[in-house]
């Protein structure tokens, strides 16, 4: 993204604090991605390189990589598996809607708004019409579509979409659970910088 007004930088800072709080329920808490990777090549080694368990550490890779701001190399990663997901597991297997809502995810922490967000919307709709709009990965699509909705200054789209998850969030884990926390920032769309997570960009 590049310069632009105030109110441009300062959702710019907001779309990267909301990127990295999502990176946080996501991603391996504190997984070193020198350790990953060794981990991801042994397993394909020993199993394939489409076996599940060596596709599923090629994920968790990606996402500590973009964890750790390695933002260009974890898209890049993302896109190959994407790609693999598909082919191998087919194109509504669980694993291959994870890794592209992954991917979408690195899209819209590069800045790549229009298409993070038309991602997002597909996804949201492949994940209600395949696992119901009450699975938790259902509404982990749609608060991810919420904030894309934001980036591109569409707030009331946004605030429509998150609040009934947030009621149900809240009612089911209550007002400290993570995801509650970042449903409420949504509706309110009043992140605070993270103090314990690495800038995404």
Do not use: K
């Amino acid at each position: 993204m590049g310069a632009g007004s105030a109110g441009d930088e300062t959702t710019t800072d907001m779309l990267r604090t909301a990127t990295a709080r999502l990176l946080e329920l996501a991603s391996p808490h504190g997984a070193d991605p020198t350790v990953l990777a060794r981990r991801a090549a042994d397993r394909a080694r020993a199993r394939g390189p489409y076996h599940h368990d060596t596709l599923s550490a090629a994920n968790e890779l990606a996402l500590s990589r973009l964890a750790s701001g390695h933002l260009r190399h974890a898209l890049a990663d993302l896109h190959g598996l994407a790609h693999t997901c598909a082919h191998t597991l087919g194109a509504e297997h669980p694993d291959t809607l994870v890794v592209r809502g992954n991917l979408a995810l690195a899209q819209l922490a590069a800045g790549e708004l229009d298409t993070a967000e038309a991602a997002l919307a597909q996804l949201h709709h492949d994940r209600r019409r395949l696992l119901g709009a009450e699975h938790p990965s259902t509404h982990n699509a749609a608060l991810a579509l919420a904030l894309a909705h934001h980036t591109q200054h569409r707030p009331d789209d946004a605030r429509a979409l998150a609040s009934p998850i947030h009621e149900h969030l809240h009612h089911l884990h209550g007002p400290d659970h993570p995801l509650t926390q970042f449903s409420t920032s949504l509706l309110n769309w009043d992140l605070v910088e993270p103090t314990d997570t690495a800038e995404i960009g």
